[in-house]
């Protein structure tokens, strides 16, 4: 039998995951569940730590030359 507050954490987190789809719909942008997601060091280091953490970004896939990189929320500014 499950544990009752992991159903409650993967019923949230689905719940989460629902909100911020609509929200990237609304901007007009992709949305990609990273959840799971196999990231590569390689990648990864495309974009120094420091960067990720204070922009809330992470690179996760590399074709060629160009890089797709996940926001946590692509309206927040630099100085907020």
């Known amino acids: 039998m499950p544990n009752l507050n ?4 993967y019923m949230n987190r689905e719940q989460e995951e629902e909100h911020v789809a609509s ?5 007009g942008l992709p949305y990609m569940n990273l959840s799971g ?7 990864l280091d495309n974009i120094p730590e420091e960067s990720a953490i204070q922009f809330q970004v992470i ?7 160009d890089i797709k990189v996940g926001v946590v ?4 500014r630099q100085d907020d």
């Open 6 to 9: 992991q159903t409650i954490y």
């Open 37 to 43: 997601y196999p990231l590569v060091k390689e990648i």
């Open 73 to 76: 929320d692509p309206q927040k």
């Open 59 to 65: 690179p996760y896939l590399k074709i060629g030359n």
């Open 23 to 27: 929200r990237a719909a609304t901007l």
